[in-house]
T-cell receptor, first 115, second 114 residues
């Protein structure tokens, strides 16, 4: 079975500090991996995705993530946090069926940025 | 502007009543999805539809029903059989099932049942 685990339900950083949100997955086949961001009482917005090719993927708002097969990880980073980055972040993996791929989400990590 | 609309933003109902949540998209997407979000549990798939007049149960379909009579619309009914209906409900769409990883989300409806 495939699953996603986000380490840490809450992460707090200072403005300007490095952001690191951790995601590990389990998959019996090569995964597609995603990070979504959700602002309070809003829908989800895709930050970045890994499907195939380059393992370091860049997304919107200065975020990036690296697919590490040996560590089964897809951690999200940003060199310098901004107050506007405060939100909840979800890691997700696609589970492929016969013709349909189902997104399976992690539990979410709430990022707090303080001045 | 193309996108997904969900209405209303907030919905309040008494226990024992059925309630229908609206989801409309003008992206010309074939596939649509309903998720339920509870604090600390991520998103869980309720139902999905790959084409008009077809839909399948997701992981937590009990107590919910859907219809897909038009490509643009995928309403979700929360029935009185749903034991714990208070939650944040998100609708999403993708070009097709084969592109289900490129899902676009609506703004959500927060349902409170008392």
């Amino acid at each position: 079975a495939q699953s996603v685990t986000q380490l840490g339900s809450h992460v707090s950083v200072s403005e300007g500090a490095l952001v690191l949100l951790r995601c590990n997955y389990s998959s019996s086949v090569p995964p597609y991996l995603f990070w979504y961001v959700q602002y309070p009482n809003q829908g989800l917005q895709l930050l970045l995705k890994y499907t195939t090719g380059a393992t370091l993927v860049k997304g919107i708002n200065g975020f990036e993530a690296e697919f590490k097969k040996s560590e089964t990880s897809f951690h999200l980073t940003k060199p310098s946090a901004h107050m506007s980055d405060a939100a909840e972040y979800f890691c997700a993996v696609i589970i492929w069926g016969t013709s349909y791929g189902k997104l399976t989400f992690g539990q979410g990590t709430i990022l707090t940025v303080h001045p | 502007d193309g996108g997904i609309t969900q209405s209303p933003k907030y919905l309040f109902r008494k226990e024992g009543q059925n309630v229908t949540l609206s989801c409309e998209q003008n992206l010309n997407h074939d596939a649509m999805y309903w998720y339920r979000q509870d604090p600390g549990q991520g998103l869980r798939l309720i139902y999905y539809s790959q084409i008009v007049n077809d839909f399948q149960k997701g992981d937590i379909a009990e107590g919910y029903s859907v219809s897909r009579e038009k490509k643009e619309s995928f309403p979700l009914t929360v029935t009185s059989a749903q034991k714990n209906p208070t939650a944040f409900y998100l609708c999403a769409s993708s070009i097709g099932a084969e592109h289900s990883y490129e899902q676009y989300f609506g703004p959500g409806t927060r349902l409170t049942v008392t």
